[in-house]
T-cell receptor
Framework: LAKTTQPISMDSYEGQEVNITCSHN???????ITWYQQFPSQGPRFIIQ???TKVTNEVASLFIPADRKSSTLSLPRVSLSDTAVYYC?????????????FGGGTRLMVKP | GAVVSQHPSRVICKSGTSVKIECRSL??????MFWYRQFPKQSLMLMAT?????????EQGVEKDKFLINHASLTLSTLTVTSAHPEDSSFYIC???????????FGPGTRLTVT
């Protein structure tokens, strides 16, 4: 299973863009990169998934360089409600077992 | 989107008793359900994977006789913590996946406190 490494924590201010990077040096050819958000005492919530280049949805963007050994979750204009833990997972969509290992996550604190 | 519920959301039980946690997929058929445990300030740790109609597969270090998992229907899985001890106090989260999609949908979690 591809292991992921993320910063333990990050601080930001309201209205700023936040970029959280995840390293996954041994990502496999069939692996996708998925990001989840978790608020205290809640289950994780899907944010975005990508394979290569750039993916954008109404919540975030995901940037993946050509070598796919890292990825960056970009949250535009964060608000206080974006304070949460963000997890990066790497795995094969066709093999659910590969997408079940949560790393340490990044604890984002958005300040007023 | 797909919805997964858990019941109860919070439970307090005495040491030595057993407690059952339910996980339901409300609007899709979950062929596979997963159970996680999360201690304070830590990440989610997968405990077991259950497929409807078959025995659960437990992760290394998880006692299958202590954490009984039943996945008797395509919309319900239960986790029973038997003979609970204070060290079993944790946040238990389930997720569900259908056979038509890769994504797993997470429940809201159950906070178990053993006194």
């Amino acid at each position: 299973l591809a292991k992921t490494t993320q910063p333990i924590s990050m601080d930001s201010y309201e209205g700023q863009e936040v970029n959280i990077t995840c390293s996954h040096n041994n990502i496999a050819t069939n692996d996708y990169i998925t990001w989840y958000q978790q608020f205290p005492s809640q289950g994780p919530r899907f944010i975005i998934q990508g394979y290569k280049t750039k993916v954008t949805n109404e919540v975030a963007s995901l940037f993946i360089p050509a070598d796919r050994k890292s990825s960056t979750l970009s949250l535009p204009r964060v608000s206080l409600s974006d304070t949460a833990v963000y997890y990066c997972l790497v795995g094969d969509n066709d093999n659910a077992g590969n997408m079940l290992t949560f790393g340490g996550g990044t604890r984002l604190m958005v300040k007023p | 989107g797909a919805v997964v519920s858990q019941h109860p959301s919070r439970v307090i039980c005495k040491s030595g008793t057993s407690v059952k946690i339910e996980c339901r997929s409300l609007d899709f058929q979950a062929t596979t359900m997963f159970w996680y445990r999360q201690f304070p300030k830590q990440s989610l740790m997968l405990m077991a994977t259950s497929n409807e109609g078959s025995k659960a597969t437990y992760e290394q270090g998880v006692e299958k006789d202590k954490f009984l998992i039943n996945h008797a229907s395509l919309t319900l899985s239960t986790l029973t913590v038997t003979s609970a001890h204070p060290e079993d106090s944790s946040f238990y989260i389930c997720s569900a996946r259908s056979d038509r999609a890769w994504e797993q949908y997470f429940g809201p979690g159950t906070r178990l406190t053993v006194t």
